[in-house]
């Protein structure tokens, strides 16, 4: 088995995610792409995020007519910060040594890739997939010189379709009372307006 694993606060999902995780789970032949919304990402404590009851029911919205999207509360079911070595360990013992985990980030997080919690542990355990535009390449010599070999085996550069779509400005659209239409899905949206998140005017 090979899962693609997406995490992000999800705060909220939008197409950006969904068409990458897709395009990934082409490219890479993956048998299913697992959505983790997580807790607290320990780089965005400073600001409020969206209860997570909200952001596991627009993940769950946004990913169902995808028969090989599923969506995990393992992240969220957890006390404390939540790191990605944890939850790689927690899907190591779930579905066994022998299925391969693709971690998908944008090509921005790779470059902080180094300064993960237990990085380098991190990068031996499962791959990572860094997805970029056309035209926009990440500077490969500082990862390769951080992560050594391991880095050429396990972290993959794929081109994906460039949608500039970001959960900030979906939300600062909201704010604004401005349209979000065409940049989630459509139950996502319909999510947003009845139970009137970001709208803090
Ligand atoms: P925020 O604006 O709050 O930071 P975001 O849109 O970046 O939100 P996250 O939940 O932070 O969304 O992102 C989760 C993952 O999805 C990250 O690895 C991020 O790089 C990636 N990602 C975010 N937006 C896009 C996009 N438009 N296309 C491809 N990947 C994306
Ligand atoms: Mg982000």
Redesign the pocket.
């Known amino acids: 088995m090979k899962i693609g694993i997406?995490?992000?606060?999800?705060?909220p999902?939008?197409?950006?995610?969904l068409?990458?995780a897709e395009a990934v789970r082409e490219i890479f032949m993956l048998d299913e792409i697992l959505f983790i919304p997580?807790a607290r990402?320990p780089h965005?404590l400073g600001?409020k995020v969206t209860d997570e009851k909200h952001r596991l029911a627009m993940t769950l919205l946004a990913t169902r007519s995808n028969k090989f999207f599923k969506v995990s509360d393992m992240e969220l079911k957890r006390t404390g910060l939540s790191y990605t070595l944890d939850t790689m360990n927690e899907l190591h013992k779930t579905f066994g040594d022998s299925t391969e985990l693709f971690f998908?980030?944008?090509?921005?997080?790779l470059a902080d890739l180094s300064k993960w919690h237990e990085a380098k542990t991190l990068v031996e355990k499962c791959h990572f997939i860094a997805?970029t535009?056309q035209g926009v390449d990440i500077d490969f010599s500082a990862v390769k010189k951080f992560f050594g070999a391991t880095a050429v085996e396990h972290i993959h550069r794929v081109a994906?379709?460039?949608?500039?779509?970001?959960?900030?400005?979906?939300?600062e659209k909201i704010r604004r009372g401005r349209s979000i239409k065409y940049l989630v899905p459509e139950a996502v949206e319909e999510y947003i307006l009845r139970e009137k998140l970001y709208d803090d005017r």
């Open positions: 997406m995490g992000g606060t999800f705060d999902i939008h197409l950006g995610h068409a990458t997580a990402p965005k600001r998908i980030i944008g090509a921005d997080s997805t535009r994906t379709p460039g949608l500039e779509i970001s959960s900030t400005d979906i939300r």
